[in-house]
């Protein structure tokens, strides 16, 4: 539109110019009678349309500058919207996650992902956190949220630590379940989902069973919700169960975490 008022306005000096000469030469060199006629007649068949033309396209000019400003506002408040909607949900995610119960003579100390890393099987099996040895961060400690068991720490510097996910294949977790108290090794192999590996094919387990660290190992205290029981099949000539786990936590969403120290005696 800016193209065509500018061009528009360039001739329209011009001719409006030249409309004001023939007029002017009619008006001077005419009969009286005549002059009137003629300058009603180009006034009105000439001048009037041509101005009432050039004022539409300086109107439409300035609404188009209104409305370039109009979508740039839109813009700006659009972003702003999301950006409080977001401080809305993260709000509601901490005050969910102070919620939940965490194991006595612990301390959580929160933080946030700051990266996620190791896509094998379209899973992460490693996270960066935005906390390290500056914080008394330092290897092994646990990772949890609101819904579970997520990992341990794997590596600190002064200002981050690396999480081992337990997604990563080499990741093994002491569990037991938390009805029957039976015992078995937690496990994420590099095909298919998460297992709960070594569990005698004469436990007593079912579909819908909540899988919990068992306390052995030295790293996850006892108590920690590792995930749910999904499926269990009994292969012949097995000593084994198959089992089948749903995580408790979901790490293709992680986002607020906390790590988890011993209180100070």
């Not at 000096?13 to 007029?23: P, S, Y």
């Not at 190992?217 to 084994?240: M, Q």
Request: proline share 5%; charged share 20%.
């Amino acid at each position: 539109m800016s193209w065509l008022f500018d061009l528009f306005s360039k001739r329209s000096r011009n001719i409006h110019f030249g409309l004001v000469v023939v007029l002017s030469l009619v008006l001077i060199l005419g009969h009286t009678k005549v002059n009137s006629f003629v300058s009603q007649f180009l006034l009105s068949s000439l001048y009037y349309p041509f101005f009432k033309i050039r004022s539409s396209v300086e109107n439409a000019g300035v609404r188009a500058s209104d409305l370039d400003r109009l979508q740039k506002a839109l813009v700006e408040a659009s972003v702003k919207l999301s950006m409080c909607q977001e401080a809305q949900r993260e709000n509601d995610r901490l005050r969910a996650a102070l919620g939940f119960e965490h194991p006595p003579g612990y301390r959580l100390t929160p933080a946030k992902i700051v990266s996620i890393s190791g896509f094998g099987r379209h899973l992460p099996n490693s996270a960066t956190i935005n906390r390290g040895a500056k914080d008394s961060i330092f290897a092994d400690l646990p990772i949890i949220n609101q819904d579970g068991l997520i990992g341990r720490v794997a590596s600190v510097t002064d200002d981050y630590a690396t999480i081992q996910l337990l997604t990563d294949p080499s990741h093994r977790i002491a569990a037991r379940l938390a009805g029957s108290r039976e015992m078995g090794i937690v496990k994420y192999p590099a095909h298919g989902g998460m297992m709960l590996d070594n569990f005698p094919v004469q436990g007593d387990i079912s579909v819908g069973d909540t899988v919990l660290s068992s306390g052995l190992g030295g790293v996850y205290p006892a108590g920690l919700k590792i995930g749910t029981v999904v499926e269990v099949s009994r292969p012949e000539n097995n000593p084994f169960c198959r089992v089948k786990l749903k995580p408790a936590a979901n790490v293709r969403s992680l986002e607020e975490i906390f790590v988890l120290r011993l209180e100070p005696q």
